[in-house]
Every structure is written in C-alpha cells, then in structure tokens.
C-alpha cells in the first residue's frame, strides 16, 4: 500500500486536537528520540509533497497558463510567491563601525583611467 501525505499527517479531534495515542503525543510525551522521529516524518512528508508536485506539474503549469492569459499581473505574483520555496532567503545584513558607532568608508581615487 502506498503511503499518501494524509496518511503521514496525524488524526485530530473534533476540536482540532491531536486524538489520543497518536504518534505526535507519543514523541512529545516520552521526549525519547522525539527529534530523530519527527525528522523522519518531516521527511516524508517533504518526499510525498516533491511526488505530488512532480505528478501534477504538468496541470500546475496549465492552470498557470490560464491565469496568465486573463491576468498577466497576477500570474506574476504566483510566481513570485512560488519562487520563495525555490530559492533562499536572503538575510538582511547591517554593517556598523567599531564598536557600533557609524561605518566609515573612505573611497580613493586613483586619478582617471581610460580606455583606447
């Protein structure tokens, strides 16, 4: 039988709780190996969801198609939005001076150099 991503994700009660004995509450009550073993699941489950992906890119690319041709904007949008799962984030970086204070840069000239 092959495994789904549904069947990787745990049952929950009527109030959207965890149902007794699951999985889940047994890594976090025993808090033995609980780390290894969700990294487990969390790894099917990214492995079931790349199947998923591979298996339906051709009707993602035609619906994308379609929106593109109503709504060129917003079929941009959704390309922008699906490029943040492709490619890594970037971190913002401050530079500051010594100690905090104002970075000094000092640019030198080397007088003109030109071509030809």
């Known amino acids: 039988m092959t495994e789904t991503v549904q ?8 109030k959207g709780l965890f149902a007794p004995g699951n999985t889940i509450n047994k890594m976090r009550a ?4 609980s780390a290894g073993l969700e990294g487990i699941k969390r ?12 298996l339906n ?3 993602v ?17 959704l390309y922008l939005n699906l490029l943040e799962f492709c490619l890594p984030k970037l971190a913002r970086v401050e530079h500051s ?10 640019l030198v000239n080397f007088g003109n150099h030109t071509t030809g």
């Open 7 to 14: 069947d990787l994700i745990p049952a929950r009660s009527d």
């Open 30 to 33: 025993d808090r033995v190996g």
């Open 43 to 54: 790894r099917q489950f990214r492995e079931k969801l790349q199947q998923f992906s591979e």
């Open 57 to 59: 890119f051709d009707q």
């Open 61 to 77: 690319q035609g619906w994308f198609g379609e929106v593109a041709a109503k709504d060129p904007a917003e079929a941009i949008r």
């Open 97 to 106: 001076g010594e100690g905090g204070r104002e970075l000094v840069v000092n």
